[in-house]
Nanobody, 123 residues
Framework: QAELVESGGGVVQAGGSVRLSCAASRRTYSAYAKAWFRQAPGKEREFVAAISSSGSTYYADFVEGRWTISRDNVQNTVSLQMNSLKPQDTAVYYC?????????????????WGQGTLVTVSE
């Protein structure tokens, strides 16, 4: 049974917005740091954004203030609001969780992963 399930992907035009959500099935995840990574075709999976259990956030440089990561510890969800999308943002976006409260920005730090949701940004 999947423990992290992403939703909200789809096709959007350049300049548009998409909101991704990730629902965690285990209550213990409400205290974990969470993050979003992405993997474009033919490329390595890369860090996008992270949020600690207390709400501190960190973003990859390419985000450039366009996106916002947030969490709801009652609903046990984490979201990524993506605005001003560019064609190069096309990728599968993955939700991740780590059994620590502080955020991290590398793949090995995260033990739990969702299946991913595809975001396609057209010209």
């Amino acid at each position: 049974q999947a423990e992290l399930v992403e939703s909200g992907g789809g096709v959007v035009q350049a300049g548009g917005s998409v909101r991704l959500s990730c629902a965690a099935s285990r209550r213990t995840y409400s205290a974990y740091a969470k993050a979003w990574f992405r993997q474009a075709p033919g490329k390595e999976r890369e860090f996008v954004a992270a949020i600690s259990s207390s709400g501190s956030t960190y973003y990859a440089d390419f985000v450039e203030g366009r996106w916002t990561i947030s969490r709801d510890n009652v609903q046990n969800t984490v979201s990524l609001q993506m605005n001003s999308l560019k064609p190069q943002d096309t990728a599968v976006y993955y939700c991740a969780a780590k059994a620590k409260t502080n955020w991290g920005n590398t793949k090995p730090q995260y033990e739990y992963w969702g299946q991913g949701t595809l975001v396609t940004v057209s010209e």
